[in-house]
């Protein structure tokens, strides 16, 4: 087989008019696990030991399957017990439970660097568990791992292909319709790579960005409070 620019330029804009659901799906998913890792990570640190154990061996299963098993089961398996939904929601649920799994350990590793003192001086003000949260340790405890959140965004963007076995109709899926209906797919699946670079090499840099603006603030920070 030889590249073919003729056809490569046609077939393009209709492989590159999936940009905007790719995106609209990874961000969905990316909001629900921030959400529910947070969930997860509170109900984890729980007092209340059924609770934690319980938390505990979900974050273990789902860390444990394939994305692809959980999202046939999602789409096929829950139907049966009465459980529907669209491909669309299915692929946000599905990418966005798995992904929390991961994010609710990064939440889990900045809460734990947080000083014992800053637990201790909150006490000491009166604060509520809710102030104590929100108001003193998630601010300390978001700001290091924002790298590692930004990189589990740009996985789960990689990971939106696996939609197409539910007929999502992201890149790939166009790709390989296209590619069966003339039986050429170099030129399509080559385009579908290059558009996955195209968008995460520029939101690889950003991160960096912020990663280099967050450990600026957190040692401001730092030196303030010392």
């Known amino acids: 087989m030889t590249w073919d620019w003729d056809f490569a330029i046609q077939v393009f804009p209709e492989i590159a008019s999936a940009v905007w659901l790719v995106i609209g799906i990874t961000f969905g998913a990316y909001i629900f696990s921030l959400i529910f890792g947070l969930v997860l990570t509170f109900a984890r640190r729980s007092r209340f030991k059924l609770l934690s154990l319980t938390t505990y061996g979900f974050i273990e299963f789902i860390r444990s399957t394939p ?40 939440y889990r590793s900045g809460i734990e660097a947080v000083p014992k003192g800053q637990w201790e001086a909150a006490k000491a003000m009166n604060f509520t568990k809710t102030q104590t949260w929100f108001k003193v340790i998630l601010p300390q405890a978001i700001p290091p791992v924002i790298p590692m959140m930004g990189n589990y965004l740009l996985v789960l963007f990689k990971e939106t292909p696996i939609l197409m076995a539910i007929g999502v109709g992201e890149f790939l899926q166009e790709a390989q319709l296209i590619g069966a209906a003339h039986f050429k797919y170099l030129e399509p699946i080559t385009i579908v790579g290059l558009l996955f670079l195209l968008l995460s090499y520029p939101s690889a840099l950003l991160i960096n960005k912020l990663e280099k603006k967050a450990k600026l603030g957190f040692g401001a920070r730092k030196e303030l409070k010392g």
């Open 67 to 106: 994305p692809l098993v959980q999202l046939f089961f999602v789409f096929f398996a829950l139907p049966a017990l009465g459980i529907s939904f669209d491909k669309y929601t299915a692929g946000i649920l599905t990418l966005g439970i798995h992904y929390s799994t991961y994010l609710s350990e990064v």
